[in-house]
């Protein structure tokens, strides 16, 4: 059935939503637009004029989409080659979808995003759902064909694993800002004491190559091995510069609401590190590097104004 302009208006007057729902649930921007497209195409052959609330059908046509998608790609995840990260979206990406309140922001932020790894696709569903877009339990349970109450229950058990692998008590923008460029300081300055002093005892660094760049397979831990880590990855040498294809410039930003350092060559986004930063320090990184997932973020990069960049690396 051929849609008409108005059918056209609605769907187009959704998608904004649609896209941070789905990116939510796969925590990839590609895929999100592959399902939003998905959705599209089932709009488009439906009987709209059958359809009494548009926004609720299409948002369970795209959730049920995201679980089918969320199952095979646990499987691909087996296999996938050392760390999986979710794709960052840089400070503005239309995306990153509603940020008015601290559960909006929180589950698109890149440490929740790569704790919903580990909950079912229900479970993951249900939270953002929730969390982050405030549908009710009546809607819900409509959208996963679940009881009300299997849905309380199952954010229950969503909330519980997110709140376990939790950052402590996060600080102010400015203050983070500033811890981001006291880091950057210390790594290229070739010493590992200054380092350690900006880390927590346990910090993480982990860090996604895909397989098409060199990442270690396992984390760091500890603040001393992540310092060393951290120096030596700041360390100018040539085989860098043959890999990313010329000399980085670094630049501080945002991605997915929190601070982040950004590498580009010739405008060409080739890594980007979420730093977890809290009261006691800076509690972990996670680095993104797999060009597949940085396709994105190259584009938003050369659509914004990032400013002059704080060095050149390598």
């Known amino acids: 059935m051929a849609l008409t302009m108005n ?12 896209e941070a729902i789905a990116y939510r649930l ?10 939003v497209q998905d959705t599209f195409l089932r709009w488009q052959a439906a009987d709209t004029g059958r359809i009494e609330v548009p926004e609720a059908w299409l948002t369970k046509v795209l959730t049920n989409l995201c679980l089918s998608r969320l199952t095979s790609a646990r499987a691909r995840r087996e296999t996938y080659v050392g760390q999986w990260l979710p794709e960052p979206l840089l400070a503005g990406d239309p ?7 601290v559960e909006q922001r929180e589950s698109v932020s890149y440490a929740v995003l790569a704790l919903m790894e580990r909950l079912s696709p229900n479970e993951r569903a249900v939270y953002v759902l929730r969390e982050a877009f405030g549908y009710p339990h009546r809607d819900i ?3 996963l064909d679940l009881t ?15 709140a376990d692998g939790r950052p402590r008590t996060e600080i ?25 002093r900006l ?25 001393v091995a992540v310092a060393k880590f951290m120096r030596g990855l700041f360390k100018p040498s040539k085989a860098k510069r043959a890999i990313t294809g010329g000399s980085p410039e670094v630049y501080t930003t945002t991605a997915n609401g929190s601070p982040a350092v950004v590498a580009v060559v010739d405008g060409r986004v080739i890594g980007v590190i979420c730093l977890e ?5 800076i509690a972990a990184f996670r680095s993104q590097a797999n060009p597949d997932k940085l396709e994105r973020a190259t584009r938003r990069w050369a659509a914004s104004d990032h400013g002059e960049p704080l060095f050149s690396a390598f």
């Open 95 to 101: 995306m990153l979808g509603p940020a008015d309140t």
């Open 26 to 35: 796969l925590g990839s921007a590609s895929d999100a637009e592959d399902a």
């Open 148 to 162: 009300e109450a299997a849905c309380q229950q199952i954010l229950h058990r969503a909330r519980k694993h997110v």
């Open 172 to 196: 102010d923008e400015a203050a983070a800002r500033r811890i981001v460029e006291e880091f950057l300081a210390a790594a290229t300055s070739g010493r590992t004491e200054p380092l350690v």
């Open 141 to 143: 349970a409509e959208i």
């Open 277 to 281: 930063i809290t009261t006691e320090g």
């Open 7 to 18: 059918d056209v208006d609605r769907f187009e007057a959704s998608m904004p939503r649609l």
């Open 199 to 223: 880390l927590t005892a346990d910090v993480i660094s982990v860090g996604d190559g895909g397989g098409k760049v060199p990442a270690r397979a396992k984390a760091f831990e500890g603040a």
